[in-house]
Each structure stands twice: as C-alpha cells, then as structure tokens.
C-alpha cells in the first residue's frame, strides 16, 4: 500500500466504494487523513463500514471544511451531468481529485525521480501497459504495475528513485488527476468512446492530450487525426517527442513495418525488433503496441538486446488473442474479450483459417462491420442471445451453425478444425457481451479454457 501522507491531518470525503475506492480509502487512512466515505449502495456503504473505514452520508457533511472530494472514476464529473457530491464539492470550491491525483502527489514528495510511465489510448492501453512491465520486469527492474489494468494504484508499493511504476490510464482518471506527470507519457490512438462522459470527441481527445502534455516525454500514435493534431501542438511547443505507427514508415520515430518495430532517427534505422513467431503480439494493431513499448522503454534507458528479450518472452494478456492450446496444426485462441464488433476485427484479420466462436449479448451495429473480414472464416459456431442475429448477418457469406452454448461451440468446432487437416484456429471472439450466459467476459474466456481442456489429447500452452 502506499500511505497517502499528502493529507495528514486534513478534512476528505471520498465517492465511490468499489475496489479502487475502497483501496483508496484505506490507503487515506493509513496516510493520517480524516475521512468520511459514501456511496450510493447502501450495502457496499455497510461492508466499508465492517471494514473499519469511517462512512457518513455527505449531504450531512460541512463542505466549508472539506479539503478535497475523492471521486471514483466511474463516478461522473461533468457528463451526462454531474454527480451529487460533485455539485456539493464544487459549490464549497472544494478541489475534486482521483486515485491516480493521490499517487502523483505522494511520488512528488517522496520519489521524484522514480521513473512513472503513464498509458492511454481508446484501444490497446492494457496490452501495451502489461507489455511494458513485462519487459521491465523482465530486465531486472524494481516494476509496479497497476492503474486501470484493474490493480489499483494505492496498493502498489511506495515510490522510491529506484522504481518503475507503469500505469494504465483511462480518460475518466485523466480527468480527476491534474497533477499528473509522468516521466514517459503514452497515447496511442483516439476514436470515439465515453461520450457520454465526456459530451464531445474534442472534450474526450482533450483530456487524454493532458498525459502526454504533462509528461517529460511524449510517446504519441499518430495514425488517427486526433492525435496527429496533439502531436504536432507538443512538437510546436517543444516537448520531446516520439512518434508511433502502425501505418506509415517514420523518418523520426518507432514504427510497424509488417515483422518487425523500426527505431528511426535522421531517416536511418537505429534499432529493428522482430515480431514474427511471437503469437503474443500477432497482428498490426499489436504492432502499434509494440512500438510503443519500445519507444517507452528506450526512453526508460533499457537497451536494445534487453527490449528485444523482453518482446519475444511477452505471454500476453488473459482473454485477449490469448493462444491456450493446440491439436495437432489447429490453435485454440482465447480473446473473450472481444465484446463488440470492434474489438473482434483484429483477431479476424491476424488469421487466415478460422472456426470463429461467436454471440452472446449483442451490441449495436452487430457484426455487419466485420464484413471484410468473413473470408477468413472457414464456419461459424453462433451462441446467446446473438446467435439467430448473426446468423442473419451471416446469411451465404459464411457457413455457419447455431451451436447454442459456448461448450458445443468448442467441441464442434475443434472437430471440424481437426478434420480440415491444415492449419486451423478455433477463435472465441464473440463480438457481444457475456451477461446473457457469464457473469463477465473473464468468466466466459475461463469457461472456453475449461472445454478446450476436456479435449483428448490437447495440448495446453503455458505461459511464462
């Protein structure tokens, strides 16, 4: 844990009792602050209650002597509209901060130097976070890995000089920590998302602007236009830069050739790191991950052999294009989740020969944006509630089956893959939701490696 000492002695009402915000709160109190916490479910407000953090309704709370409002991330800010304790915090002029704002603060006043690299993006932040770590980790670095990867901040280990801490940032953290100043700052990509929260693309784009202009170095992706602007306003002002592709060869800069991330400068090659044969980063937009973790850690000063080492060890992130096993020439690949059309293009597109396990509860729009991609589907195997809708969808373009149950889906399809004899891949990237048969998508890609395994003869993939 880190112990937020910023606010010893001093007044805090924190929202949100989930698991950051319980961890946020313990992490207060063990800081010396004065806190009073709330949420909106009466039992999660009981069970932090038995765990000793002090609760207390903040509509009954003296906001004149309220040092700061700890809102939850998934708490609203300014869209749709701002949540009640907002409007309370904001009419007492009490400042409204994040987890993520209580972490900078605490590096700032023990371990300045600790080396902080911050991710954001619309897609790949995860990947590209637990990639970074991996490598670090992997080079014999002192590494902390948490943010929006889904550990939260304040439990990691306290900052000290000789520590990395690697984050994974979402918009919605962006916008509750203005102290935020990462040594190396990551944006990848921007499309729209959360515009709900954030009413406008220009407002969303514009708080994610905020990691990369606040941080010593800025790694940015300059394949969308939103993020060629933002890249070209730091270069204006100055700040060191390093741009990223996917698409497009660099001059200056760490881009994706098709194999292989190039480290450019002066238009010359300075460093080229395969990527073939490394199934945990198939595919372009993996390529775009990669060549921003090599821009970070080059930036962290690892070396070359040490980036590439780190690379080809990288196992990848559970339920996504996670490769679980094999049967003879057919992969079994796990990237659960896929849960709109979107994310499952690029599974789609990274293979050739595909028994595509599909459905669940659908989303807007369906899989008709998939289109392009049916001519890498040898069968479709339809489960949930999506299934007679994809089977519309799907129609002649792509033979198919309503197989119903995600353990059907993987017995047929195992069976079909097997007797094609070449080489097969039975993907689960469902393009829906799981609620209509899983709690969560983590449940349903644990439920596809369970039937993968009940298979005779399989052979399990483990990580390392």
């Known amino acids: 844990m880190i112990p937020v000492s910023a606010f010893a002695g001093k007044t805090v009402a924190l929202f949100g009792l989930g698991g950051s915000g319980r961890a946020t709160a313990e992490a207060l109190i063990a800081g010396g602050a004065v806190l009073t916490a709330f949420d909106d479910n009466p039992s999660t407000v009981e069970a932090a209650a038995r765990a000793a953090i002090p609760t207390g309704d903040l509509h009954r709370l003296d906001w004149t002597r309220v040092d700061a409002l700890v809102l939850a991330p998934g708490v609203p800010l300014t869209h749709p509209k701002p949540h009640w304790s907002v409007d309370l915090a904001r009419a007492a002029g009490v400042e409204i901060i994040g987890d993520i704002e209580l972490f900078a603060r605490e590096r700032a006043s023990r371990a300045p130097a600790a080396p902080f690299v911050a991710i954001t993006g619309t897609n790949g932040k995860s990947t590209t976070t637990a990639l970074i770590a991996h490598c670090l980790t992997h080079a014999g670095r002192d590494t902390q890995l948490g943010g929006n990867i889904g550990v939260a901040i304040l439990t990691l280990e306290p900052p000290r000089a000789d520590r990395f801490y690697v984050v994974e940032c979402s918009s919605y953290q962006i916008d509750l920590a203005p102290g935020l100043r990462p040594s190396v700052g990551l944006l990848l990509n921007l499309s729209p998302d959360h515009l709900d929260r954030h009413g406008t693309m220009e407002n969303y784009a514009a708080i994610k602007a905020r990691l990369v202009g606040q941080s010593d170095t800025a790694v940015v992706g300059v394949d969308d236009p939103h993020c060629r602007a933002i890249a070209d306003t730091l270069e204006a002002e100055g700040r060191a830069l390093v741009r990223i592709s996917k698409e497009t060869p660099l001059a200056d800069g760490v881009w994706y050739d098709g194999s292989a991330v190039i480290r450019s400068a002066g238009g010359e090659t300075r460093a080229r790191y395969a990527l073939q044969g490394i199934g945990s980063l198939r595919g372009r937009h993996n390529g775009q991950n990669a060549a921003a973790a090599v821009a970070a850690l080059s930036a962290c000063g690892l070396s070359d052999a040490e980036i590439a080492m780190g690379l080809r060890t990288f196992p990848g992130l559970a339920h996504r294009m996670e490769e679980v096993a094999r049967l003879g020439s057919v992969l079994f690949v796990n990237d659960s989740k896929a849960t709109n059309a979107d994310a499952a293009a690029p599974a789609l597109a990274a293979f050739d020969r595909i028994h595509w396990i599909a459905g669940g509860l659908p989303k807007a729009g369906g899989i008709e944006p998939l289109a392009p991609l049916f001519a890498h589907v040898a069968k479709a195997y339809l489960i949930g509630e999506a ?78």
């Open 387 to 464: 299934a007679p809708l994809f089977a519309a969808t799907l129609g002649d373009r792509v033979p198919y089956e309503i197989a119903g149950t995600l353990d059907v889906a993987v017995s047929r399809a195992a069976r079909d893959a097997a007797a094609s004899g070449g080489p097969e891949v039975v993907l689960l990237s469902p393009a829906c939701a799981s609620f209509d048969q899983f709690r969560n998508f983590e449940v349903r890609g644990a439920a596809f490696r369970e039937a993968v395994e009940r298979i005779p003869e399989i052979q399990l993939l483990r990580k390392g």
